[in-house]
T-cell receptor, first 115, second 112 residues
């Protein structure tokens, strides 16, 4: 079946630096990708929706200048956390859907720890 | 705005019991509903996907039902096992190209 790969699975970065998380669809063209954030023991909260070749649409309260999303190709979307702070430490997970949009496939998630 | 609620928030049962997890949503005009399993520190594993036109789906010991008009879904787990211990998430999709909206999950513990 379809597979969405996320990398890195775990990353530790220093406060003030930027970190990039990649989300790749391995065997289908992902016209739409979604980025979620999950705090410990909480549910997934949608951060933004990205469509290939266009700017991402951010949910209310999500800083678009801090969480940069790029969806330059049909198989790759990236989330860059800029000037990371300890409160950005969280589990970030992406999902992707193809042209029909019927099924969404989730990546394995990325743990970000900012020290 | 779609709100998804899962009850109970946590559940602990002895091995072998049958159990039901509940999910409710405020806007019944959903495209589909999906149940996921999440192990601690891990990503999501899809369990069952129910299209809006369907009433239920079954996979092994799992059965999910959907009553769209009343905004409810249940996940039935038969003969629970310790390996079933995880957080179970319910999510709804409002349209073909929409994102999924998640409930807060039910943390299930099955004791040997």
């Amino acid at each position: 079946g379809a597979v969405v790969s996320q990398h890195p699975s775990r990353v530790i970065c220093k406060s003030g630096t930027s970190v990039k998380i990649e989300c790749r669809s391995l065997d289908f063209q992902a016209t739409t990708m979604f980025w979620y954030r999950q705090f410990p023991k909480k549910s997934l909260m949608l951060m933004a929706t990205s469509n290939e070749g266009s700017k991402a649409t951010y949910e209310q309260g999500v800083e678009k200048d801090k969480f940069l999303i790029n969806h330059a190709s049909l198989t790759l979307s990236t989330l860059t956390v800029t000037s990371a702070h300890p409160e950005d430490s969280s589990f970030y997970i992406c999902s992707a859907s193809g042209k029909t949009g019927n099924t969404i496939y989730f990546g394995e998630g990325s743990w970000l720890t900012v020290v | 705005k779609q709100e998804v609620t899962q009850i109970p928030a946590a559940l602990s049962v002895p091995e072998g019991e049958n159990l039901v997890l509940n999910c409710s949503f405020t806007d019944s005009a959903i495209y589909n509903l999906q149940w996921f399993r999440q192990d601690p520190g891990k990503g999501l594993t899809s369990l069952l996907l129910i299209q809006s036109s369907q009433r239920e789906q079954t996979s092994g010991r799992l059965n999910a039902s959907l009553d769209k008009s009343s905004g409810r879904s249940t996940l039935y787990i038969a003969a629970s096992q310790p390996g079933d211990s995880a957080t179970y998430l319910c999510a709804v999709k409002m349209g073909a190209h929409n994102d999924m909206r998640f409930g807060a999950g039910t943390r299930l513990t099955v004791k040997p």
